[in-house]
């Protein structure tokens, strides 16, 4: 939490040394004689960071437009005693603010925008709570042409094809390899478009070496995690598996489907194409902490807020290298900066556009019983609209809406269109996890019983089977009582 805040503070430097050249960018409404107040409504979290809240999506159209001050809502608080919640209270706040805001909506003075997270999104639109958008943007001559897939493709997917929100930023991930491991094996580099077997067979022929001389072919994270149950759920995803039924009364792991899933992702690590967990004992050298960095790994998955660390990583090992020269006369021999570039995720045959660790940033929509719904549309125009991207685009984190603002940045040279493209996975389960908000426990029985096969405990079937057995025991009790929790589970 502390290091996205301060990557959002730096973006407030920038942005208040930009101040003085915006009035150059933007048309003022300085004009209007009454001031109007837009009233914004979010369920993200930032009640105690109101400021930076205020620093992401309302400073820039409250310098644009003098007359309008702009009225936040925020729902669902994230602190407890002043105190980070534990991630169970957490999960049950961020439950519980969608039905805050939901009656705050049909209040006696409702928002006039509302500011969720995509998986809240389809529960709005099924229940005819935002205003359908395309035909007003259409007369406003706001073009979607230029907005990136992920974000149009995602919010119609969920509005049976029509669009009830926009989303400014998105964050995704790509396959990044290491060209110097691919040329030594004489092996192609990855494309884009590669579907998971045809990845892994390539991640196969690039696993070379033994000891601290072992290149891995693969990691679902570059940066040494232990817990490889996740990155099995990752690859199912957009398959879409199912743990538990739609009612969520019985379980649904104990399947063909689901047993050749684990044992994908169990060979591989049995034939060491994945990296073994980060020793911290041992391994504090060399930036071992990621493997793809430190020249161990020639494909593995990456967020675009990573590239910023792997180019400085570079930078620091040029430089390291420089000094070296310098005072020695000789070259470096630890660590070499690496050559990379990236290819899209790889994809199954059949879900295609669906894309792991694709998210939506700030989804927002208009109240259908907002008094103000032109104010509000004016807003939503701005904030997805180009000069914001422009400005933004300089100091973020995240992917523009405005795809045309995605370039790489200090100098690189990669396929950034690899972080642009899919649809994020739709959302399921949403209602379901508010009726029963520790549902999600069964995963963690999953997790147990995955390690049990991982350490040769126990054969895939029957860990599928323990898993199903446990699920149902832990269903059948939420059944009773819907806020109840697996004993396993809780936090001590």
């Not at 409702?110 to 099924?126: A, G, R, T």
């Not at 990456?302 to 910023?308: D, G, K, P």
């Not at 807003?379 to 609209?385: D, M």
């Amino acid at each position: 939490m502390r290091k996205w805040k301060n990557k959002i503070l730096a973006a407030a430097l920038t942005f208040s040394l930009m101040v003085p050249v915006l009035s150059g960018c933007f048309k003022s409404d300085s004009s209007s004689e009454d001031e109007q107040t837009l009233r914004i409504a979010t369920t993200l979290g930032f009640g105690a960071d109101a400021e930076i809240f205020r620093l992401q999506y309302t400073e820039l159209f409250e310098y644009a437009h003098p007359n309008t001050r702009i009225e936040l809502i925020p729902i669902g608080e994230e602190r407890s005693g002043g105190q980070l919640a534990a991630e169970s209270e957490l999960e049950k706040n961020r439950q519980d603010s969608l039905v805050k805001l939901k009656e705050l909506m049909q209040g006696d003075h409702p928002p006039d925008v509302v500011m969720v997270n995509y998986d809240q999104l389809p529960e709005l639109i099924k229940e005819n709570r935002l205003l359908e958008l395309d035909a007003k943007l259409k007369k406003d001559k706001f073009s979607l042409s230029g907005l990136a897939d992920p974000v149009v493709k995602g919010i119609r997917q969920v509005g049976n094809g029509s669009l009830f929100a926009l989303a400014p930023t998105f964050s995704s991930s790509a396959l990044i390899y290491n060209k110097k491991i691919f040329d030594e094996a004489g092996i192609p580099y990855p494309k884009n478009n590669m579907n998971w077997e045809e990845t892994f067979e390539l991640a196969k022929k690039v696993t070379t070496g033994e000891g601290e001389d072992k290149k891995y072919g693969f990691s679902f994270s570059t940066q040494s995690q232990t817990d490889l149950f996740s990155g099995m759920l990752l690859y199912t995803a957009p398959l879409q598996m199912r743990m538990y039924d739609e009612q969520g009364t019985k379980m649904t792991v104990d399947t063909d489907e689901w047993e050749k899933s684990w044992n994908t992702i169990l060979e591989l690590n049995k034939a060491g194409v994945l990296p073994n967990p980060l020793n911290m004992t041992q391994d504090q050298k060399n930036m071992a902490f990621d493997d793809f960095i430190s020249g161990k790994l020639a494909m593995g998955i990456v967020t675009y807020s990573q590239i910023n660390q792997i180019a400085q990583a570079n930078k620091q090992v040029i430089g390291q290298q420089s000094n070296n020269q310098k005072t020695t006369g000789n070259k470096a021999k630890s660590v070499s900066p690496i050559e990379w570039d990236v290819v899209s995720l790889p994809v199954h045959p059949g879900t295609s556009k669906w894309t792991p660790n694709l998210n939506l940033n700030g989804v927002m929509g208009i109240n259908n019983r907002s008094s103000k719904q032109k104010l509000a549309l004016q807003y939503l125009e701005f904030v997805n609209g180009e000069e914001w991207a422009r400005l933004r685009s300089k100091n973020s984190y995240n992917l523009m809406a405005q795809k045309k603002y995605n370039k790489p940045k200090d100098g690189l040279n990669y396929n950034i269109d690899a972080f642009i493209q899919g649809v994020p996975v739709p959302p399921s389960d949403y209602k379901l996890q508010q009726e029963k908000p520790n549902i999600n426990m069964v995963q963690g029985m999953g997790r147990k019983q995955f390690l049990e096969v991982l350490q040769g405990n126990i054969g895939t079937r029957e860990a599928l089977k323990e898993w199903q057995a446990s699920g149902n025991a832990f269903l059948q009790k939420l059944k009773n009582d819907p806020k109840a929790v697996h004993e396993a589970n809780e936090v001590k």
